[in-house]
């Protein structure tokens, strides 16, 4: 347990059905991101903030997604209009800044049907 | 753009010695971490080389040759529990220290 968390663990949905996750990060990490991981490949970066800012979004991110982070704390990702390529593991990981090491929440597994 | 190859597969017995390689493409390079990850896990962080030479932790260590663009993770003494994919990973210029992972190496120990 690294001490990031995220929720739900597990997600089914109907396509078209608009879903949110949750990541509560520690605390006294300024840095979030968001990862997708699809079977045998690795994470895939989606967006980054720093404190509630968010600096960076990967190009992977359809307007469908939208995350934040209000206070700085923790992040939300919602996906709307959930399409069935959108079934994947979304990974949470934090960071301090000036530190290399991301720690890694457990995911969530969403699946589209 | 940014890319890392790594062998797709590796396997090797209990007690045995493994290194997994790792080449990259990337412009404005910071270092190269490695980072484990169990069947329905999430990754760890084993290490990270910002400079030429070996890092050693206990029964893993890494290899940075900055010059050819070239690393590996070694593990000694193998266990069983080190059955697992690893990652190496770089990070994304474009995204300040958002990583990019290659596509793992699945490590098999067997007894």
């Known amino acids: 347990d690294t001490g990031v968390s995220q929720n739900p663990r597990h997600k089914i949905t109907k396509r078209g059905q608009n879903v949110t996750f949750r990541c509560d990060p520690i605390?006294?990490?300024?840095?979030l991101y968001w990862y997708r991981q699809t079977l045998g490949q690795g994470p895939e970066f989606l967006t980054y903030?720093?404190?509630?800012?968010?600096?960076?979004k990967s190009r992977l991110l359809s307007d469908r997604f939208s995350a934040e982070r209000p206070k700085g704390s923790f992040s939300t990702l919602e996906i709307q209009r959930t399409e069935q390529g959108d079934s994947a593991m979304y990974l949470c990981?934090?960071?301090?800044?000036?530190?290399?090491?991301?720690?890694f929440g457990p995911g969530t597994r969403l699946l589209v049907l | 753009g940014q890319s890392l190859e790594q062998p797709s597969e590796v396997t090797a017995v209990e007690g045995a010695i493994v290194q997994i390689n790792c080449t990259y493409q990337t412009s404005g390079f910071y270092g190269l971490s490695w980072y484990q990850q169990h069947d329905g896990g999430a990754p760890t962080f084993l290490s990270y080389n910002a400079l030429d030479g070996l890092e050693e932790t206990g029964r893993f260590s890494s290899f940075l040759s900055r010059s050819d663009s070239y690393g590996y993770l070694l593990l000694q003494e193998l266990q069983m529990k080190d059955s697992a994919s690893y990652f190496c990973?770089?990070?994304?210029?474009?995204?300040?220290?958002?990583?990019?992972f290659g596509k793992g190496t699945t490590l098999s120990v067997s007894s």
């Open positions: 990981a934090t960071s301090r800044s000036g530190e290399e090491t991301q720690y």
């Open positions: 903030f720093q404190n509630e800012a968010q600096l960076e």
């Open positions: 990973a770089v990070r994304d210029h474009r995204a300040g220290t958002a990583l990019i």
């Open positions: 605390s006294e990490h300024n840095r």
